[in-house]
Structures are given as structure tokens and as C-alpha cells.
């Protein structure tokens, strides 16, 4: 259970369900309401109806989906954010619109997603997952943009677009950034990432939590607000200078160097999950402490959970530095609370200095 809740014995999470389908709303009520510390206060048909309720009966939480009739699931949201801003878990279809949908909903404000089942019976085996999302997503602070990211690639890398020929573009990374993100991680991406510049000197590999089939789409929103190109991972291909690589949904991203000890590659794993989830950070920095040493920058953005924590502390070991997202910008700060409490991170910082520290970092590592 999150620790925000852990001192009240007797407070329970209040939950506004906004669906279109009446099976899907009673499944859902059925789910939540067997849970001791949830509790479902009111339903919605539509986005217009969770607008409306959100006022009203004032949850501490709002399960809503995405497809609905007069107004979706996006529209309120964002009417949500601006009218009163409340912890919102997306409730989305596996499909590819879906996908673009949630990341869209996640960069609105929301806290988190679930894909949505095909079918009740495969509701009932994500009842658990579900539950935590609502009890972390309790325990969030939604930030609320004032503007969305809307520059294109063609006015962020002028630099790139002057020399597609660049031997940097081609260059294996001397010098690796590893950033770790969970609940309200795809938020501080998109605010991160746009500002690190077009000549940065590392690697970078993005492992955030989320389901394959979303972190292709994640990448793709990614590289159009960023200076440098950012894709997601495939199996073998070469960590290099200035790429940003992103980890898989649903696979561990592993670091190993290449035979003959020549060049560092990445590749999918599908190992058990760790910390529940997969990909988990931890997993990529312990592959990768071994390897870059002090060359090895690790940041850790918000999210729930302690996942980077024990990989830090081995990184940190191994001479790297440690950055860490500060509470105030975090939505959830459990991850980065989890290394700062260790006392392993070098670093804490609001999301909008980051990127200078590893700016900053990735030249002065080459630089030695």
C-alpha cells in the first residue's frame, strides 16, 4: 500500500467510474468496492456526466475511459484538470489509437492508465494492478502544464538538419544516461526531453513502466518534440552517442558488450518481472554499472514503487552519478524518494533543471 495512506486507518480512497458501458461499470464497481480502502462514490456515462460528478461528489480518484459518447474521455480530462485537477488512472483500449490517446491523456494531467480487457474474466485477473493504480494514483499530485509541447522536429534540430552526415550520428556512446520514470514518468519526459540538445555526447536509454504496445507510441510522440532522434529498442543494436533508445513495454532492456569486447549493445529480455513490472530499471542499470562506471549517468523520475533504487546503489558504486526528481515536480515521488532516502542520489532536482545536469554531465564525462 502506498505510504501515503499507511497512517490512516480508517480514511478510504473515493472513486468516480466514467464508462459508457453499463457491463464495464458494474465489473468495475464490483472490482473496487471488494477492496477495504476503495470505495466507489458515484458512476458516469459519459464525459460530460464525469465532469459534472467530478464537482460534485469531489473524488479522491477518477477511473475514466476513453471512448465515450458526447464528451470523451480526453475532453474531460483536460475540463477536469482545468475546473478541479484530480488524480486520474485512463482506463484504454490496446490499439494503437488507444495508445496515442492515453499518452495524450497522460501529458494532459492524468496519473496513470490501464489497458482495458477485452472481456470481464480478463478484467478479474487485472483486479490487483487496478487496485494499486487507485491507490497510488490517491496518493499523486496532478501538474497540470500551462502549455503542451507542440514544436516539431524541424524547429528543435536545426543543427541535425544542417548535417545528416554528422560521424557523431554514427558514433558509439563513450558515456550512457539512464533514466528511470513510472506513474507521471511520460508527463516529465515530455518536459525533459525537448530541452537536452541536439549535440548531446551520451547515450541515453529511457526505461519507463508501461505495457508493450505503448512505448512504440511513447518513442514516436517522444522524437517529435526532441533535438535528437528517439526510438524504441530493438534486440542488438548499438548504444550510440546522442540517440535516445527507449526500453520495450513488456520486455527487460539488458546492456552487454559486443564479442571481441568492441561496442555496447542492448537487448529484449523477457525475464520475470521485477518489482512487478517489466521493464524494470533496475534490471538495465546493473548491466549497465559493470560496463560505463563513472561514465554512467542514472536519473530517476517519478513514479511509485522503489524499481532504479537498488541498481542506483550499485551504479553508485561503480563511480556513477545520481540524479533524482524533487517532490515538488514529481507526481509520484516514490521512486526518486527510494534512492534519495538510500543517500545515493548526488542530486535533487526539479524536472526542468535536469536536463542541463546531464547536458552537463555528458561532456565532462568524455572530456576525462
Known amino acids: 500500500m502506498p505510504e501515503c495512506l499507511t497512517g490512516s486507518t480508517h480514511k478510504?480512497?473515493?472513486?468516480?467510474?466514467?464508462?459508457?458501458?453499463?457491463?464495464?461499470?458494474?465489473?468495475?464497481?464490483?472490482?473496487l468496492g471488494r477492496h477495504p480502502r476503495i470505495e466507489v462514490v458515484a458512476e458516469a456515462r459519459d464525459g460530460l456526466e464525469a465532469i459534472e460528478k467530478n464537482q460534485q461528489v469531489m473524488p479522491?480518484?477518477?477511473?475514466?475511459?476513453?471512448?465515450?459518447?458526447?464528451?470523451?474521455?480526453?475532453?474531460?480530462?483536460?475540463?477536469?484538470?482545468?475546473?478541479?485537477?484530480?488524480?486520474?488512472?485512463?482506463?484504454?483500449?490496446?490499439?494503437?489509437?488507444?495508445?496515442?490517446?492515453?499518452?495524450?491523456?497522460?501529458?494532459?494531467?492524468?496519473?496513470?492508465f490501464l489497458p482495458k480487457p477485452a472481456s470481464g474474466f480478463e478484467l478479474d485477473t487485472a483486479a490487483e494492478e487496478l487496485c494499486?493504480?487507485?491507490?497510488?494514483?490517491?496518493?499523486?499530485?496532478?501538474?497540470?502544464?500551462?502549455?503542451?509541447?507542440?514544436?516539431?522536429?524541424?524547429a528543435v534540430r536545426p543543427s541535425q538538419q544542417a548535417e545528416p552526415s554528422d560521424l557523431k550520428a554514427h558514433r558509439e556512446a563513450g558515456a550512457l544516461v539512464i533514466i528511470g520514470a513510472s506513474?507521471?514518468?511520460?508527463?516529465?519526459?515530455?518536459?525533459?526531453?525537448?530541452?537536452?540538445?541536439?549535440?548531446l555526447e551520451s547515450g541515453v536509454i529511457v526505461c519507463q513502466h508501461m505495457p508493450a504496445g505503448f512505448t512504440a507510441s511513447m518513442a514516436r510522440r517522444l522524437d517529435t518534440v526532441s533535438a535528437l532522434p528517439v526510438r524504441e529498442a530493438s534486440d542488438g543494436e548499438v548504444v550510440r552517442a546522442g540517440e535516445i533508445l527507449?526500453?520495450?513495454?513488456?520486455?527487460?532492456?539488458?546492456?552487454?558488450?559486443?564479442?571481441?569486447?568492441?561496442?555496447?549493445?542492448?537487448?529484449?529480455?523477457?525475464?520475470?518481472?521485477?518489482?512487478?513490472?517489466?521493464?524494470?530499471?533496475?534490471?538495465t542499470l546493473e548491466d549497465a554499472a559493470s560496463i560505463y562506471g563513472k561514465r554512467l549517468m542514472v536519473v530517476i523520475l517519478s513514479g511509485m514503487g522503489s524499481d532504479g533504487s537498488r541498481g542506483?546503489?550499485?551504479?553508485?558504486?561503480?563511480?556513477?552519478?545520481?540524479?533524482?526528481?524533487?517532490?515538488?515536480?514529481?507526481?509520484?515521488?516514490?521512486?526518486?524518494?527510494?534512492?534519495?532516502?538510500?543517500?545515493?542520489?548526488?542530486?535533487?532536482?526539479?524536472?526542468?533543471?535536469?536536463?542541463?545536469?546531464?547536458?552537463?554531465?555528458?561532456?565532462?564525462?568524455?572530456a576525462h
Open 246 to 283: 527507449v526500453a520495450p513495454g513488456g520486455y527487460h532492456l539488458r546492456v552487454f558488450r559486443s564479442e571481441g569486447g568492441k561496442g555496447v549493445r542492448v537487448s529484449r529480455d523477457n525475464a520475470p518481472p521485477v518489482h512487478g513490472v517489466r521493464p524494470a530499471v533496475d534490471v
Open 312 to 366: 542506483a546503489k550499485k551504479a553508485k558504486e561503480s563511480g556513477a552519478r545520481v540524479i533524482v526528481q524533487d517532490e515538488s515536480t514529481s507526481v509520484v515521488w516514490g521512486m526518486p524518494r527510494a534512492c534519495y532516502e538510500l543517500g545515493i542520489s548526488d542530486k535533487m532536482l526539479p524536472i526542468d533543471q535536469i536536463a542541463g545536469e546531464i547536458a552537463a554531465f555528458s561532456h565532462s564525462a568524455l
Open 60 to 112: 479522491d480518484v477518477v477511473v475514466l475511459d476513453v471512448e465515450m459518447p458526447r464528451v470523451d474521455g480526453l475532453s474531460a480530462l483536460k475540463v477536469m484538470m482545468a475546473q478541479r485537477p484530480v488524480p486520474v488512472v485512463m482506463f484504454s483500449s490496446l490499439t494503437h489509437k488507444g495508445a496515442q490517446v492515453t499518452l495524450e491523456a497522460l501529458s494532459a494531467g492524468a496519473v496513470d
Open 12 to 31: 478510504r480512497v473515493s472513486v468516480l467510474i466514467a464508462d459508457d458501458s453499463v457491463f464495464m461499470r458494474h465489473m468495475l464497481r464490483r472490482i
Open 132 to 154: 494499486r493504480k487507485v491507490l497510488a494514483a490517491a496518493c499523486a499530485k496532478p501538474r497540470v502544464r500551462e502549455e503542451l509541447v507542440v514544436a516539431n522536429r524541424e
Open 183 to 199: 506513474a507521471g514518468g511520460p508527463q516529465a519526459l515530455e518536459e525533459l526531453v525537448p530541452d537536452l540538445p541536439g549535440d
